[in-house]
């Protein structure tokens, strides 16, 4: 079934001219029978040749390479800092971060530190001293008596 469509483009009754104006006039098309060459005073031409320049000194032409980013070079800045609580209590954070010298004092007078906790093993972090059961223990044993046998014949 066939759709239902215009079968032909509107005809405009505007003259070529008449659409070539409106064509520049949408596009901004500088037109050059607007102003005529006879018309421009060498002045004019100075201001233009001025206003152009003034154009190019303001926006300069940047050249980048999108592979090389431009970077900016690295300058120190000692804030913010992160300090750190060694031994939190109930509801209190393990880390904050300081934006001024100030704070940094108030923190470090209450206790927290500028390094963090070092980190704990699995047995520190339980309280448990690692153990074998009886057969791992026999055979770690076996394993020790092994290795501090000097090798006969070799």
Not at 13 to 33: F, K
Not at 38 to 52: G, N, Q, Y
Not at 82 to 94: I, S
């Amino acid at each position: 079934m066939p759709i239902n469509e215009s079968s032909g483009q509107l005809r405009s009754n505007l003259t070529r001219e008449q659409r070539r104006q409106a064509e520049a006039a949408i596009y901004g098309v500088y037109m050059p029978d607007q102003l005529s060459q006879h018309e421009i005073t060498p002045d004019d031409i100075e201001r233009m040749r001025a206003l152009v320049a003034q154009h190019d000194r303001m926006a300069g032409i940047r050249e980048f390479d999108l592979n090389r980013p431009v970077v900016e070079p690295y300058s120190y800045r000692p804030f913010p800092k992160m300090l750190y609580n060694h031994q939190p209590k109930a509801g209190e954070p393990k880390t904050t971060v300081v934006d001024t010298e100030e704070q940094m004092e108030k923190l470090t007078a209450k206790g927290w530190k500028k390094e963090p906790p070092k980190p704990e093993t699995a047995e520190e972090s339980h309280g448990l001293e690692p153990r074998l059961d009886a057969k791992s223990a026999a055979e770690a044993e076996e394993m020790d008596r092994r290795l501090k046998e000097k090798p006969k014949g070799k």
